[in-house]
């Protein structure tokens, strides 16, 4: 019975879609998260009669007959839609308003990206993530700075004791990608290019189409519960019928088998 096949695709479809809500509900306080949704294909179809087939009386069949075979998981896609701003006054906290990525550089000499701007400084006075991965470009603030600010534009800058001016300490840029989507996440908020991200294209902040950075900053989580609530009723209830479709054509066999008594 083809039935129970098909409707057991329905379900791992179903079962796909909620672990996509439940990480995203997972992570709706994580700075900078990205929710992500599931997208699916219909199965092959089995054609029992071809659409334009003749019929014994000299017509053509004007349909045909195919019967599908299911569904499957087609992707995971990423959302890149913005979260709201949350305002910390940390000035080692910055937010992307607008498209890009901070750069970041792992040990072995890897570039990552991240648009989780919850920066900190290391014990050599490196701007790094919480994690200790220096920004790209780095800056480095001298042990006896005050008053770090980073402009707009990602002109970094401290006040230095004695001196009536800031000092300029670096610049920050940004990378964007023509797909986002592409990017394979790693966890801890990065991301890494692929073939399907394409390559990486840098500038400064808030020049060219580049966002700016607003200090003192987070951009927060861009779940929607309520939407992700709808979501999962909406998958538990395709499951469930799914499971109905299974359970009545277990039924069905056992009518056909009841005959045969």
């Known amino acids: 019975m083809r039935a129970l096949f098909t409707a057991a695709t329905g379900m791992n479809a179903q079962q796909a879609r909620m672990d996509s809500i439940a990480n995203n509900l997972a992570n709706v306080n994580t700075t900078g998260f990205k929710r992500s949704h599931a997208e699916f294909q219909d199965l092959f179809y089995e054609t029992l009669a071809a659409a334009g087939a003749p019929t014994g009386d000299g017509t053509a069949l004007p349909t045909g007959v195919q019967i599908g075979h299911g569904v499957k998981l087609a992707s ?36 990552l990206y991240t648009v989780a701007g919850a920066l900190q400084l290391d014990r050599d006075g490196n701007i790094v993530t919480p994690e200790g991965y220096p920004l790209l470009p780095a800056v480095t603030s001298p042990p006896d700075a005050q008053d770090l600010t980073s402009a707009r534009d990602g002109t970094v800058s401290v006040t230095l004791p004695g001196a009536s001016t800031s000092t300029t300490l670096g610049q920050l840029q940004l990378a964007r990608f023509m797909n986002p989507s592409g990017l394979k996440a790693l966890g801890s908020n990065l991301y890494a290019p692929t073939e399907a991200s394409g390559d990486p294209e840098t500038g400064i902040p808030d020049q060219d189409g580049f966002g700016g950075i607003a200090q003192g900053f987070l951009e927060s989580s861009n779940v929607n519960i309520a939407e992700e609530l709808v979501k999962m009723i909406l998958a538990q209830r395709g499951f469930e019928m799914n499971s109905r479709v299974i359970k009545a054509g277990d039924e069905m066999m056992q009518t056909v088998g009841a005959l045969s008594r």
């Open 76 to 111: 995971i896609v990423r959302n890149f839609a913005q979260g709201e701003r949350v305002r910390t006054d940390r000035p080692l906290d910055l937010a992307i308003e607008g498209d890009g990525f901070l750069q970041v550089q792992k040990p072995g000499g890897e570039t």
